[in-house]
């Protein structure tokens, strides 16, 4: 970057600080960025009539969804929705034709439109950090764009995916070799966080797409005990390590991985070998990964403007195009891209991001539900609620306005699950008999040529009769109060046709996209993630002992003085 335009960002930012509301963040001295003067996205939704409305309904209405969809016969079809493979039925809500409508009207009065097409045009709404969030542009083809400077940047999106394609088909092949000339078997990616769940959702949701060879593994935690048991399992003349991190700069990627550069050297004799073949970095700082060793030709760059938990469709995704090949990794990304299509051009009613958005707002902030179950009944999608923690929580668990005003209705509740059927026998029984109610997103792939027929009939059928069970309940026998289940338990149903890269990418960007809608009405940045940096640098204190203790809480520093007085290994 250039003196002049570093200088340029800087005053950017200071006028910012200064003036977070009005000042024009569009800068057309920036490489063909737009240069639309940004809308005032601030937004109060708790002042607008159908907000008012809302509450009124929640206070007073008490719905029975059995009987809506017994009265109701349009309810299904108009609570239903298709986007390509992927049908969502939202008809077990407990919502009436009024409260829907009034979550639409509320979707309308906020600047939800308008932010939108400013996310797709670049301005920069991600106003904390002074960037644009244009991951949709990974996925974009030119005939999407009209924008000059985007046209510009798909160029840039499609050489860094070509460097991906080439090095993943030279490490598939076998032509890509270690020091001592032997091929990859297998990729060890150290990454967290956005570097490394979406990675671990796809890479298991799409085993069927992999090879037996190079097997990939993941390291996230700094736990080294991880680690150590990983690397126990390789050989190092045959493993690559992919260090994927956006900033360069996370504790536990660099340690990780520098603990991985030693392991070289203790099994091959191997000194440096982050600069050697064994190591690929990805990353958006490629100056980190240079000062840090890597080899500067087995570097894979993405934007800044690829936000960390967005950031599965860059070159981040070069563990996963390794191990399921690129053709299956750019499917992922068409079908992502048509999410994205049905994302911009659907109308309220039937867009389906929109709508998984409104349901969850109505029972976060007027039902007053505190949490969402995502339940996929498929093994593969094991990683789906974790990966929707990190995107749900990181992107909306905020409590200040996107103008710095605290703000004072709930965000974004919390997002848990499990598989099912396991679910099922661990925490359905709070769910149909609880004290609290926990609205649920069942995920389901309708043929799975992986399973069993037999299997897969079963999966399916519990599925459904849970989705059933929960909206229909039961009443009380004579002398068995025990066996009454009250029913009136929301659920979605998302049915996948099947469970292929296309259609898992159009799954992951129906939430991203959910995520925005929520952060347009709560007009919250979902965009940054400044709720994670004090634990960090805590941490990094506690690790100098310079650091004086006393500026810890007694607690934690009684429990660091017992650490120190019991530990046996010093
Ligand atoms: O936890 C904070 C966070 O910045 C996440 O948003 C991000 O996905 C993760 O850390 C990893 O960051 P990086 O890719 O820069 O190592």
Redesign the pocket.
Known sequence: MSACKKVDQITRKFWFFCFPLSFDLADSSLEGESNEIMTNFEFKPQKTAAWKRLKTYADATTINVVDELTNDKERVEDFSIQCGQLKLDFSKNLITREIWQDLLELVSTSPFDKHREAMFAGQRINTSEDRQVLHTLLRAKMKDISDQSHKHKINRVSTQLNMVELFSKRIRSGGWTGVNGEAITDVVNI?????DLGLRLAYEALVEYTQPVPRIHFISNVDGAALNATLAKLDADRTLIVV???????QE?LLNSTTAANWFEQEIGLRNSQYSTHFVAVTANKENAIAYGINPNHILEFEEWVG??FSLWSSIGFSLAIGIGIDNFKQMLDGARRMDLHFKTSPMNKNMPVALALLNIWYCNFMEFQTHAIIPYCERLNYLPSYLQQLEM?SNGKSVSRGGETIDYKTCGIIWGQTGTNGQHAFFQLLHQGTVCVPVDFIAAINDSMSHPKHHKVLLSNMLAQGSALIKGQASTENAPHRYYPGNKPSNTILIDQLTPYNLGSLIALYEHKVFVQGSIWSINSFD?WG?ELGKSMAQKLLDSKESRSSFDVSTSTLFDHINDRKTNH
Do not use: L, M, N
Not at 191 to 195: E, L, P, R, T
Not at 244 to 250: D, G, L, M, N
């Open positions: 990454g967290i966080g956005g570097s994927a991190s956006k900033t360069f700069t996370t990627t960390g938990r990181e993630q994670v």
